[in-house]
Every structure is written in structure tokens, then in C-alpha cells.
């Protein structure tokens, strides 16, 4: 019944779940030996002697001789500690902590503006589809969101590239900005913007009209690529729940009250059927974050997903193991959301 | 003789994968005003189907292709019958789906507040999101935004020496129309109903009454919520700026939140416990036979013509089977509302209906008053339905030989003659129609041809 | 008797009915068996097509910049000069083999964990459960990445990634499809008749909780090529010469501004079976769903 006491279990409930993610993690990075944890978390820039002093450090420090659940405690306490290692690939070296402050802001600012369109463009036609159930634009929703539902989501990206970018050449294909809008720019040095990172802020906190909103234009195309590859899920899916809901018998009762279709649809029909939506938020930002891997790479836009492709062609598994947890703690994070919201929404939850 | 409802030779037919399922073969049905009329029958025999065409909730797979249903002389499914002229043989869903929207929108103003419907299953029939409050508040607030208005406004202007004084009248027996004619004099329209409301609660003592009649006066309003209920009031509806998308939603709430506080008083009426708690609650927090009540609630909140009530007590355990029953034999005392009841238990109708109307195969076979029916019952399949019937002083019970017919292939003539033990040659042949047997008494049966000879 | 068989052959016929009533569904049917077809011909007799080196790409060096589609090149060819049709009837064989790889793998390890999780109960079920959940709490896509680059770069480490990032679902389901049959009154009436507890799991609950599952994992291969493919695009094949849909699009990713096509046609080769796979998919519900079928 009590909000606060379902959020505190919950909360309870998360522990064990963190505790099987790092362990996954952890495992991982052992499962081909020691050698692993030594990259991860040797500096690129060490050299010689200094390297092999490092080392023995290192052995010391993670007690890399001892028992693997040993090693798993001073491993999580160096995590705890925000100590997550090294990577070293082509577009960024040094801590991991520092390459995800630098890069995660950015997959943060897509992966919101992508889930506002989903959200916007999802239910509305969702519950369009269903409600002109059968209707001309009810087929060629139905077809369109299937066969985006079937593609890849690359394919997805080429095929916006080439009608957009390349045919109307109405939308930038490549970057966060345009790079003679920023040249010479005090708060944007070596292609990284400050204070935030986040191109877009960073400009409107310096009073830069022109750089924010060509950046924002930048953002355009990889955000409505990651929210056309998730949007048809959840048009069908509020589709089919809609339908189901305007079934009930409650549906009946409304209308039996001289109700409009309006209210009928858009408050009785649609506060129901996006309850089985919310439980499935959870996949949806999954689909998101793996999303947003595939969409910062064709896109050149340098996010938490660039920089993890940029990790595997070039075989550095610090990045590679960062990034895994690091999208990991973002998706349970997410869901607790989730859950929260859910049990806020539907009353019948807080039992 | 007035009649509220009228419906004549209304015939319906089901397009399934399956087949054509002709669910009613053309009913006639009078009801009279402030009657309480059953209809019995067998499940399949289209109860539940008639219950639907007169409120018109009609799946897209039906089709009307005869009858009419007349309220207060105004026939309601003229939409359905013009539809089914055009595709009788191979209806479109497409188009039916369009058929049913457009009798939607045309029905908005008879649903709810002249004819409602209380349904089978109380446990899925409220829905689960919305409040108790909102859920009645809503009904209310379509149909009658005026009277939620000037009940709003009337608190917002009495004096505390109004409330003293009407309660004084109160005290001395006053009336509904002295009470009427004292809230008039003070131009305080709206606060007649709220007094007698409250003074007619049986589940509070006088103290508690009183000072809730002395607390009536509210705090005063603000602008914009006084605007909102000065312009439902002249307008009688919520139109103008108060459509504005954002603005209605507001000009809504103010409705809502009055539609809770008379919410609370027509859940005293019904006899629910704890009304003002009962309305801040979702449905899954009651049992089912308080949900039924809330129910009947949302379908008497506009005072309409007609309730239909479907099978309203049938997935209720005894006890409160009972309760509802009373329920429903105390509004009918005080409501001047006709109502139809569908049931297939008969013993449930003999209790609180007026006459009764015996449903075979989508026709009504037999309609009399309920101490015909029981005593006197004419159509054969009226007398086996009704010595199917367990009685507590024991006896064999007689079951109904044969099965419902399959409503796809319906039998010639009288639907009811594969079954029959006495059958005729012109049974097979032809169907007979419903005639007078004696006032009161109408049946349709080749036995009774020629006793009274007149139709109806 | 005879009106039960009746009755249930009318069944049989309605659910033939509602599904060749779906025309979609049927045409969803040949596209999956052209594709079959395509890749049993190229894993026995690929000269049928005219196609030698099934398993690797063949470059052109001399012309190595992507031509569009002429005769010689239906489909026009992709860097480093290479033909796409022929790429992609290779590529199939590659995708769908390792794709049914996954989903077996995957599924089996899968429905026997859920399967013994739902019938043993308890602590185990638990461990079980616990264990999918962590699972799912890293987005798949990227789990599948990291395991599979721990495990090593290759199409077949690939798809053993998947199927370790996949199995869960499978566990999942079977489990509660399990749980479900055995509240069924038959297996109840069954109990209280005597009957082995082995002999109804085997007898009574796992013939009716697994074809469900078995038609929700053969569904789910469309998805798994999609994401196999996209493994493949973001870079995880370290071989430049294996024919795969999605490292064949990625190929002519450069290229996109002036050859439109070496991108297209391998990504629309993945879409229409994905497509196919899901318009089947949506059929055969249908036949199974008895809501749907009225």
C-alpha cells in the first residue's frame, strides 16, 4: 500500500542484482587470466621498467595470487572506489572514469531526445492504429511499423544517410557539429566542449545561438535513427493492448455512461493500456543503450557506444569491461525507474 | 397506457468465421413508466444481446436488419437499420465499425442520462485506474455540468443564518418542495438537494447531520473557478473558452471535484458504508458486491428513463444476491425510473419485477404479470422453464429436453417446436405471433389460437 | 467418437483456414524457404548458381571502388570490388546457419534449465531466476559484444556469445509456460489418479508447455540474424573475407554518398527474412491464439 515502503524493498532488491553484474564483469575480465586485469588497469603510458613496477603494484594491490573471490573484493573495492581502470584506444587514452565523463553526456543527450520521440510518435499512433483499427492508415501503419520492426537498426541509419543527408541534403550525416562553427572557441577545445560536454549546453551556457542549434541539427539524425528502430515495438505493442483494453468490459461501462469517444479512448482505453507499455520500458532502454552503440558508430557521434566499437577494433578490453558495466548500472538504474513508476501508476501494484 | 420504451419486431444478426448467428428474430418489448420488467430465458437465447441494441454497445460484427426501439417516441437505431439496408448480405467490418462510432456520437445523449446499464461482471466492469469519485463524478459532469455548477455556486453564497434556518425546517418534517421553494426564495438553487441529501442518511446520527448541514457554507471561490461555473450554468454545458486544450482540463477539474461531494451523497442513498472514504478508493480495494452497488450508482446518477440491468446479481454470492435484490425493491419505491431486468434465474425476478418476459431463441414467447407466469404459465417452454425451477419444499425437478438451438440453422416456423411436446403440423410451418390471452397476458403459441384472438 | 473427431477435424480446418486466410502470413512462408533453398544450394552444390569460394569474398582489386548494378553485376559491387549478388547468396547460408545456431544453442540450454527450474522448484528455481535476472541487466547487445570479444573474434565465438546472452529469455519462458500447464485441471485429475510424478511431466505437461515455446524460439530467428548482423557491422569480425550480411554492409558504409546501393541491398536481404520471419510468425499465432480466431 505504502509507496515508500514498496521503494525501500526495491531498493533492497537492487543490491543483489548490482552484486551479479559486477560478478559478470569480474569473470569476464578472468576468464583468460590475469593478463586481463593487467591491461585494464596498466596505464597505456607506462614504459620499461616503470611498467614492470606497475605491475607487481598492481599484483599487489588486486591480490591477483591469491583466490579468484578474493581478487572479486579488492576488485569491487577499487570499483567502489571509482577506480575502473585504463583505456587506450584511437580516440581517447588514459582512465576509463574520465572517458566516461567526457563520453557519456553526450550518449545521455541522444538516448533522451531519441526516448522523447519514441514516447511522442509511439503513442500516438500507437493508440491511432488501434483505434481506426482496420483503416487505410491502420494497414500502412501497421506495414510501416513492421517492416522497421525488421530491419536493422544500421539500415535504418544508411537509409535516413541517404534520403536525408545525401538526396535532400537537408541534414548534417556525421559528428555533433559543424567543425568551422567552432573553430577558435574557448570552451571547445579538441573536440570537446566544456563544462558539460554536452555540445548543446555547453553553447547555450556561452550565449552561442548559431553553435547550439547547428549542433542540435547534428543530433537530428541519430536521434530520430535510434527512435525509429524502437518506435515500432512499442507501436505495436500499444496496439495490440489497446485493442485488448477496449475490449473490457470497463470500456463498455464508459460508453454506456454517454461518454465521447475521445474520453473513452484517451482516458479510459489509453491510461490501461499503457500500464503493460511501462513494464516494458525496461527493454526499451536496453534497446536504447544497444542502439545507441550501433547509431554513435555510423554516425561518428562520440558517445559511450563510439567509443566501446572503438574499444573492440582496437582490442582494448579496459573500455570494452567499462562500458559493459557502466550500461549495465544504467539499465538497473533504469528499471527501478520503471518499477517505480509502474507501481505509481496502477494502484492495484502497492500491496 | 405511456410507455417508456417500445420496441418492436427487432430482428439482429452475428457474422462470425463460423456462420451467421441470428441472435434476435424479432422482439417486442412495452414497457411501461416506473415498471420493473424481467426477461428470462435460457443462456444463448439473446438476453444479453437485447440488453446491448437498446443502449446500443454493439459489437462490429452486428447487424440490425428490422425493428425499432422507440424512447419516449424516438426511435434510436434508425443509423443501424439504413446501415443494414445497404450491406444486409455481406456487411464490411470497416464500414460497421464506422456505423457504430457515428451511433456512438449520436447516443451521447441518451446513454448515461436517460437510458443507462448496469452489467454482469462487477469485478471487471469498473476501470481500474480511475477513482470511485471519478468514475461517478464523470457521468454526472457529461450530462449534467449545470446541476454540479449550481450546487458549487449555492455553497459558495449561503449564510450561515440560511443553513440555520433551513435546518430548523428540517427539523420540523418540511418536505422536498418546501425545502425546493425555501432554496429558491434565497436564490440558493443547488443546496436543496445537498440538505435533503444529507438529512436523509441513515448511516449518521442527528448531531453528525446537523453540523454537517451548518458546514455546508465553503470557503469562497476563485475567480476562475467561479467564472467556469457561472458560464456551466448559463450555458448549461462546458463550451466556449473552456474547451481550450489546458482550460478544459481545468474548467473539468472544478466539475469533478463537486462530482466527488455528490458522488459521496448518492453512495449514502445506496446504503454504502463510509461514502466519503468509499469515494477516494480504486475499485480493486472493494468487494464485489460493493462494486455492483457503485454500479448502480453511476447508472442512477442522472435520474434516466430506463435502467437495464444484465444479469446484475448472478456472479454475487447469496448474501449479497440478497442485498442487491433489496437494494433493487427499495429504488424502485423511490426512483420514478423503469427498469429492465435480464436474468436467468427466475426466482431472482419473481422477487422484484412487475411482469416478465419469457426470451426463447432471440423472441419473446410469453409476457405476463410475475403471478401469471408463475401460476398460470401458457407457452410450453415457459412451463418447463419454470419446473426447472428448484423450490425449497422439494419435488422433482424437470429439466428442458433437447438443447438451445444452433442460431445459425434456426428451425422453421416456431423455434421452439423441435423441443416441444406438443407439436403441431403448423408448428413447423409457421411462426406464431403474440396475442392476447387475456389482459395482461400475452403468449405465442398455436395452443391459445383463437382464446382471445386479438393482437397486440 | 466419431462427433469428437469431427469437431476436431472442423478445428483443424478452421486453423488452416484462418491461416491461409492471412495472406501475408503465406507469403512470409515462401520468402523463409527461398531463403532455405538458397542456403542448401550454396552448402551443396553452389555451381547450380554459377558460385565458387562459398565461404570467403572475392575481391577485385583492380576496380576495388563500388560499381552500380549492371548485367555483369545485378546488384553493382561493393569495396574492394566486390559482387554483391553472389556475396549475398553466400551470405545467407552464413547468416541463417549461424543464426539457427544461436536459437539452438541458445534455446535448448534454455527450455532444459527452465524446464528442470519449474519442475524442482525451490532453492533452485530461485538460483535460477536470480541468474536470468542479472542477465538481463545488461543491455544484450553489449554483453553479447563483451563476451564475445573475451572469447575471441570470430563468427562462431560470435554466435556463442549470442546464445549465452540469450538463454535466459528461453528459461524464462518454458518456465512459466510449465508452471502454467501444470495448474491445468487435466494434470491435477491426473495426479489425484496416481499417476508418476515422472510420467506426468513427460506424459501430461511437457508435450503441451513446449510446442509454444518451440514456435516462440523458431519466431525469434529473425531477430537473431538481425542482431548477428549487426555485430558484424559494428566491426566485431576480425577475418576481412568472410561473407556476412552485415560485414558486407559495412563494407560499403564509405561509400554510402555515392554508392547507395552497396549498403542497400545486403541490408534489405536481412530486412525481408527478418520480415518473413515475423509475418509467419504472426500467422501461426494467429491459428494458435482461439481470441484471434473468431
Not at chain 1, 491511432?128 to 483503416?135: E, G, K, M
Request: proline content about 5%; glycine content about 8%.
Amino acid at each position: 500500500m505504502n509507496l515508500w515502503a514498496y521503494t525501500i524493498r526495491r531498493l533492497l532488491l537492487l543490491i543483489p542484482t548490482l552484486l551479479g553484474l559486477t560478478l559478470i564483469v569480474f569473470i569476464l575480465s578472468h576468464v583468460s587470466g590475469n593478463n586481463v586485469i593487467l591491461a585494464e588497469y596498466l596505464s597505456p603510458k607506462l614504459t620499461g621498467a616503470a611498467r614492470a613496477i606497475a605491475t607487481q603494484a598492481l599484483i599487489a594491490r588486486f591480490h591477483l595470487n591469491q583466490p579468484i573471490y578474493v581478487q572479486y573484493f579488492y576488485w569491487l573495492n577499487a570499483i567502489l572506489h571509482g577506480n575502473w581502470g585504463y583505456t587506450n584506444t584511437a580516440i581517447y587514452s588514459g582512465p576509463v572514469t574520465t572517458a566516461i565523463a567526457l563520453f557519456l553526456p553526450n550518449t545521455l543527450m541522444l538516448s533522451v531526445v531519441a526516448a522523447i520521440l519514441i514516447w511522442i510518435i509511439g503513442v500516438r499512433f500507437g493508440v491511432y492504429s488501434a483505434v481506426n483499427r482496420d483503416s487505410v492508415s491502420d494497414h500502412a501503419l501497421r506495414v510501416g511499423s513492421f517492416t522497421l520492426y525488421a530491419m536493422p537498426i544500421y539500415l535504418i541509419g544508411v537509409a535516413l544517410i541517404i534520403v536525408l543527408g545525401v538526396y535532400l541534403k537537408v541534414l548534417p550525416i556525421s559528428g555533433v557539429v559543424s567543425p568551422t562553427m567552432v573553430s577558435g572557441l574557448s570552451w571547445y577545445v579538441n573536440g570537446i566542449s566544456y563544462p558539460t560536454h554536452i555540445i548543446i549546453i555547453d553553447a547555450m551556457l556561452h550565449g552561442a545561438w548559431g553553435v547550439a542549434l547547428n549542433a542540435a541539427i547534428h543530433l537530428l539524425l541519430p536521434a530520430i535513427t535510434l527512435a525509429l528502430a524502437i518506435v515500432a515495438g512499442l507501436i505495436r505493442i500499444l496496439r495490440s493492448s489497446m485493442l485488448e483494453v477496449l475490449d473490457q468490459d470497463y470500456i463498455r461501462l464508459a460508453r454506456s455512461k454517454g461518454l465521447s469517444e475521445r474520453i473513452v479512448y484517451n482516458l479510459h482505453a489509453r491510461k490501461n493500456a499503457l500500464l503493460p507499455v511501462i513494464t516494458l520500458f525496461g527493454l526499451t532502454v536496453a534497446g536504447l543503450l544497444g542502439g545507441a552503440v550501433v547509431v554513435e558508430t555510423i554516425f561518428n557521434y562520440p558517445g559511450i557506444g563510439y567509443w566501446t566499437t572503438q574499444a573492440l577494433l582496437d582490442s582494448d578490453v579496459g573500455g570494452i569491461m567499462a562500458a559493459t558495466l557502466l550500461f549495465g548500472l544504467i539499465l538497473v538504474v533504469a528499471n527501478l525507474l520503471v518499477d517505480l513508476i509502474y507501481a505509481f501508476v496502477d494502484p492495484r501494484i502497492r500491496y | 397506457m405511456e410507455y417508456t420504451l417500445n420496441v418492436s419486431n427487432l430482428k439482429e444478426q452475428f457474422y462470425t468465421r463460423r456462420g451467421i448467428y441470428k441472435a434476435l428474430n424479432g422482439v417486442d418489448i412495452l414497457l411501461r413508466k416506473g415498471e420493473i420488467l424481467g426477461i428470462a430465458g435460457e443462456s444463448g437465447c439473446g438476453k444479453t444481446t437485447l440488453g446491448l441494441t437498446i443502449i446500443g454497445l454493439l459489437p462490429r460484427n452486428a447487424v440490425v436488419t428490422d425493428g425499432e426501439i422507440l424512447l419516449d417516441g424516438k426511435d434510436l437505431i434508425a443509423t443501424l437499420r439504413e446501415f443494414a439496408s445497404k450491406e444486409a448480405n455481406n456487411p464490411n467490418l470497416r464500414h460497421s465499425e464506422n456505423i457504430m462510432k457515428k451511433l456512438n456520437k449520436q447516443l451521447i445523449n441518451v446513454r448515461g442520462s436517460r437510458i443507462s446499464m448496469v452489467f454482469q461482471d462487477p469485478m471487471t466492469s469498473l476501470n481500474p485506474v480511475l477513482r470511485i469519485g471519478y468514475q461517478i463524478a464523470e457521468t454526472l459532469m457529461v450530462h449534467q455540468p449545470e446541476v454540479l455548477a449550481k450546487r458549487r455556486l449555492a455553497r459558495s453564497k449561503v449564510k450561515d443564518d440560511d443553513l440555520r434556518e433551513a435546518l430548523k425546517l428540517l427539523e420540523n418534517g418540511a418536505d422536498e418542495q418546501s425545502i425546493k421553494a425555501f432554496a429558491e426564495t434565497r436564490q440558493l438553487e443547488g443546496i436543496e438537494e445537498q440538505l435533503l441529501n444529507i438529512w436523509r442518511r441513515n448511516d449518521l446520527g442527528i448531531a453528525r447531520k446537523e453540523k454537517m448541514i451548518l458546514s455546508l457554507r465553503s470557503e469562497r471561490l476563485g475567480g476562475f473557478d467561479m467564472a467556469v461555473l457561472q458560464r456551466v450554468v448559463s450555458q448549461g454545458r462546458i463550451d466556449g473558452w473552456m474547451r481550450i486544450p489546458g482550460l478544459n482540463r481545468m474548467s473539468k477539474a472544478v466539475l469533478i471535484k463537486e462530482g466527488n461531494t455528490k458522488a459521496v451523497e448518492l453512495l449514502s442513498s445506496l446504503e454504502i458504508p463510509n461514502p466519503e472514504e468509499v469515494v477516494k478508493m480504486y475499485p480493486h480495494e472493494l468487494s464485489g458486491g460493493m462494486r455492483q452497488r457503485i454500479i448502480i450508482a453511476i447508472a442512477l446518477a442522472n435520474n434516466p428513463e430506463l435502467v437495464i440491468m444484465d444479469e446484475p446479481t448472478s456472479a454475487l454470492d447469496v448474501t449479497v444476491q440478497a442485498q442487491i435484490l433489496d437494494l433493487l425493491k427499495h429504488l424502485k419505491q423511490r426512483f420514478n425510473t423503469s427498469f429492465i431486468l435480464i436474468s436467468h434465474d427466475l426466482s431472482v425476478l419473481a422477487e422484484v419485477c412487475d411482469r416478465i418476459g419469457i426470451m426463447y431463441a432471440g423472441r419473446i414467447v410469453e409476457v405476463a404479470t410475475v403471478d401469471a407466469i408463475f401460476n398460470k404459465p401458457l407457452h410450453p417452454y415457459t412451463t418447463m422453464l419454470i419446473s426447472a425451477v428448484p423450490t425449497i419444499k422439494g419435488g422433482e425437478i424437470q429439466g428442458i429436453g433437447g438443447a438451445v438451438p444452433d442460431m445459425r440453422f434456426p428451425p422453421s416456423g416456431c423455434m421452439f417446436h423441435p423441443r416441444c411436446p406438443y407439436v403441431m403440423d403448423k408448428c413447423r410451418e409457421n411462426n406464431p405471433q403474440m396475442k392476447y390471452v387475456e389482459d395482461e397476458h400475452l403468449v405465442a403459441c398455436y395452443l391459445y389460437e383463437g382464446q382471445k384472438g386479438e393482437q397486440n | 467418437m466419431n462427433e469428437e473427431r469431427a469437431k476436431r477435424w472442423d478445428n483443424t480446418k478452421l486453423s488452416i483456414r484462418v491461416f491461409l486466410a492471412n495472406r501475408t502470413a503465406l507469403v512470409g512462408l515462401i520468402i523463409v524457404l527461398i531463403y532455405v533453398a538458397d542456403a542448401l544450394i550454396m552448402q551443396f552444390d553452389p555451381g547450380l548458381l554459377g558460385i565458387t569460394q562459398v565461404n570467403t569474398l572475392v575481391p577485385n582489386f583492380t576496380n576495388p571502388v563500388p560499381l552500380p548494378p549492371s548485367w555483369a553485376h545485378p546488384f553493382g559491387t561493393t569495396f574492394p570490388g566486390v559482387d554483391l549478388y553472389t556475396s549475398i547468396l553466400k551470405a545467407i547460408r552464413i547468416d541463417l546457419f549461424y543464426s539457427i545456431l544461436v536459437v539452438a544453442v541458445g534455446a535448448v540450454a534454455g527450455a532444459v534449465i527452465g524446464v528442470v527450474s519449474a519442475t524442482v522448484g525451490g532453492l533452485l528455481d530461485e538460483t535460477v531466476m536470480r541468474i536470468t535476472d542479472i542477465f538481463f541487466s545488461i543491455p544484450y547487445l553489449i554483453l553479447a559484444l563483451a563476451i564475445g570479444f573475451i572469447l575471441g573474434r570470430s563468427l562462431m565465438y560470435m554466435s556463442l556469445a549470442l546464445a549465452l546472452v540469450w538463454w535466459p529469455l528461453y528459461a524464462r519462458y518454458t518456465r512459466s509456460q510449465t508452471l502454467s500447464t501444470k495448474e491445468f485441471t487435466y494434470v491435477e485429475a491426473a495426479k489425484a489418479s496416481g499417476v508418476s510424478r515422472t510420467r506426468i511431466m513427460f506424459r501430461h505437461i511437457l508435450p503441451n508447455a513446449l510446442p509454444p515455446v518451440f514456435i516462440q524460439i523458431s519466431l525469434d530467428l529473425g531477430s537473431i540474424m538481425v542482431i548477428f548482423s549487426t555485430l558484424a557491422f559494428i566491426g566485431f569480425i576480425a577475418n576481412a573475407k568472410v561473407p556476412e550480411l552485415g560485414y558486407l554492409t559495412s563494407l560499403g558504409l564509405n561509400y554510402v554518398q555515392t554508392a547507395p546501393w552497396a549498403v542497400i541491398f545486403p541490408g534489405v536481404a536481412i530486412t525481408v527474412f527478418a520480415l518473413a520471419v515475423n509475418l509467419l510468425g504472426d500467422g501461426l499465432r494467429d491459428v494458435i491464439d482461439p481470441r484471434r480466431r473468431s
